[in-house]
């Protein structure tokens, strides 16, 4: 049986981990953005949006445990309250946002909407990468800080030639 010590995996350096962070949520969001319209043709879009919104967002947690973080399994139902938390604080961000905006211009272009969107969007989005990586998903930081000086842990994985190839695994090979 392997264990979830065993199944750790190396922590991706900071670039490696917001690479994968914005491919992992910008395919969500992409994906997301489909969803909706074709959800909202059958409820309002008001609920079509929460609903993609809460499933978007339980997604986007598990792959960035399992790819951009890479914490050595699923997420912990603490990760995902954590990161429902930065979620809805880059949604508020971004309304904020726009509603500075329509308060500052009676009638903004769509250029201009887009703009400030999108940058609210981008600061939100390196300020959840940060939360995420330095609080949500924290992997033994606080252990490697008390173990500055010593030499790094060896990482020890278990090979089972019975176990079929995990989808998630071929899927990070790649």
Do not use: K
């Given at each position: ?8 995996q190396a922590a991706p350096g900071a ?49 960035h445990a399992r790819f951009t973080f ?105």
């Amino acid at each position: 049986m392997e264990t979830a010590q065993s199944r750790q995996q190396a922590a991706p350096g900071a670039f490696t981990a917001f690479a994968r962070f914005v491919i992992c949520g910008g395919g969500v969001g992409l994906a997301s953005s489909f969803a909706v319209v074709a959800l909202a043709s059958w409820l309002p879009w008001v609920f079509a949006n929460a609903l993609i919104t809460v499933v978007s967002t339980l997604l986007a947690t598990e792959l960035h445990a399992r790819f951009t973080f890479v914490v050595g399994g699923r997420a912990t139902w603490r990760q995902h309250a954590q990161s429902a938390g930065s979620a809805a604080a880059a949604y508020v961000v971004t309304c904020v946002a726009m509603l500075v905006l329509h308060q500052l211009v009676a009638a903004p272009g769509a250029v201009l909407e887009q703009v400030v969107y999108l940058s609210a969007s981008a600061l939100a989005g390196v300020a959840r990468f940060a939360a995420l990586r330095l609080v949500v998903f924290t992997r033994n930081r606080s252990q490697a800080a008390a173990t500055v000086g010593t030499a790094p842990p060896v990482p020890t994985t278990v090979a089972h030639a019975s176990t079929p190839a995990d989808p998630a695994v071929l899927c990070y090979a790649a």
